[in-house]
C-alpha cells in the first residue's frame, strides 16, 4: 500500500540555524500539507500546496517557513531560522484532489531546536 | 472558524467490552469529519471519515462512528476493545463551505488504554 514518507525521523538542530525537512507523498496525490504537533498538544495545521504553489497557509507559517516541491517527488519545508518554540513533529500529508479526499499522513520528523 | 473537542484526555476500558471515543465539532457549515489514531512513535493513520448520506460510517479494525447533526458529534465506537487498539485518537473535521479550504482542525487527542 503507498504511503507518504519522511526523512529524517529526527533532527537537531541549533537555534538560528536552518532546517529542511523531506516528505515524498503519495504519487498520485496533487495536494500536499504540512503540519505540527508540539509535545502535548493538538495536530496543528500549516500549509497547503497545490499545482506547484500555496494554497492556504496558517498564522503558524510566517516568512520564516518555506515549502518547495523541487522534483516530481519530494516535497520540502524549509525553516529559515530556527526558534526554540518550532521544536515539534512535523507531519506530512497528501491528498488525491477533492476535499472530500482522505489525507494520509507521513510518520513525521522530530525537530529539536537547541 | 472550525473546532473539535474531545472532551476525554484519556478513555480506560477492558478488554472485550465496547469502546466509545468522543468527539464535538463546530463549523460554520455542513461539516466533512474524520478519525485518526497514532500508535506511539508513529504517524497519524485514518481510520473513517464521514461525508455524506449514512450516519453510521464504518472504517478500519472494525471501527466505526456515528454522525449526530443535532448534537454536532461524531463519537468513535467499537463493540469489542483489543489491547492493540490502545493508541491516541484524533477527531478532525473540515468545513464543507470556504471554497478552496482543505486543512484540517484537529481536537487535541484521547488516549485509549485497554486492559487485558
Known amino acids: 500500500e503507498p504511503e507518504v514518507t519522511q526523512t529524517p525521523s529526527h533532527q537537531v538542530t541549533q537555534m538560528g540555524q536552518e532546517v529542511i525537512l523531506r516528505c515524498v507523498p503519495i504519487s498520485n496525490h496533487l495536494y500536499f500539507y504540512w503540519y505540527r504537533q508540539i509535545l502535548g498538544q493538538k495536530v496543528e495545521f500549516l500549509v497547503s500546496?497545490?499545482?506547484?504553489?500555496?494554497?492556504?497557509k496558517s498564522e503558524i507559517f510566517d516568512d520564516q517557513f518555506s515549502v518547495e516541491r523541487p522534483d516530481g517527488s519530494n516535497f520540502t519545508l524549509k525553516i529559515r531560522s530556527t526558534k526554540l518554540e518550532d521544536s515539534a513533529m512535523y507531519f506530512c500529508a497528501s491528498s488525491e484532489g477533492s476535499r472530500t479526499d482522505t489525507q494520509y499522513f507521513g510518520p513525521g520528523t522530530r525537530l529539536t531546536v537547541l | 472558524a472550525q473546532s473539535v473537542a474531545q472532551p476525554e484526555d484519556q478513555v480506560n476500558v477492558a478488554e472485550g467490552n465496547p469502546l466509545t471515543v468522543k468527539c464535538t465539532y463546530s463549523?460554520?457549515?455542513?461539516?466533512?469529519l474524520f478519525w485518526y489514531v497514532q500508535y506511539p512513535n508513529r504517524g497519524l493513520q485514518f481510520l473513517l471519515k464521514?461525508?455524506?448520506?449514512?450516519?453510521l460510517v464504518k472504517g478500519s479494525y472494525g471501527f466505526e462512528a456515528e454522525f449526530n447533526k443535532s448534537q454536532t458529534s461524531f463519537h468513535l465506537k467499537k463493540p469489542s476493545a483489543l489491547v492493540s487498539d490502545s493508541a491516541l485518537y484524533f477527531c478532525?473535521?473540515?468545513?464543507?463551505?470556504?471554497?478552496?479550504?482543505?486543512?484540517?482542525?484537529f481536537g487535541k487527542g484521547t488516549k485509549l488504554s485497554v486492559i487485558p
Open positions: 478532525a473535521v473540515r468545513d464543507k463551505t470556504g471554497a478552496g479550504s482543505y486543512q484540517l482542525t
Open positions: 463549523v460554520s457549515g455542513n461539516p466533512y
Open positions: 464521514y461525508i455524506t448520506g449514512d450516519n
Open positions: 500546496f497545490y499545482n506547484n504553489e500555496i494554497s492556504e
